[in-house]
Nanobody, 123 residues
């Protein structure tokens, strides 16, 4: 199995910053997995935010380009999401995910998920 544990969520005012972390472990975890961040707010579908493959190639949703940065530490099996210029629309539960997806920002392509961390941005 794979365990993914997110941390770093919280409440912040618009324009502020947060850094999310995700720790990966487990017998089935592979350091070459693509890692991704997704988010889901009430009444909305889960959407892809950013993904990074084992070679640190990245892809971002248009809504976060220029504001969010995804990175990973393969030696420590950690995933990060630096979020700057936060907006109220960024309010959601943020999930990290791991797998070998064909489409990096489609949630149905990921088998392993964390429990999520809440991010709330007030105006």
């Amino acid at each position: 199995q794979v365990q993914l544990v997110e941390s770093g969520g919280g409440s912040v005012q618009a324009g502020g910053s947060l850094r999310l972390s995700c720790s990966a472990s487990g017998y089935s975890y592979r350091s070459w997995f693509t890692l991704a961040w997704f988010r889901q707010s009430p009444g909305k579908e889960r959407e892809g935010v950013a993904a990074i493959d084992a070679d640190s190639r990245t892809i971002y949703a248009d809504s976060v380009k220029g504001r969010f940065t995804i990175s990973r530490d393969n030696a420590k099996d950690l995933l990060f999401l630096q979020m700057n210029g936060l907006k109220p629309d960024d309010t959601a539960v943020y999930y990290c995910a791991a797998d070998s997806p064909s489409e990096f920002l489609q949630p149905e392509n990921y088998k392993f998920w964390g429990q999520g961390t809440q991010v709330t941005v007030s105006s």
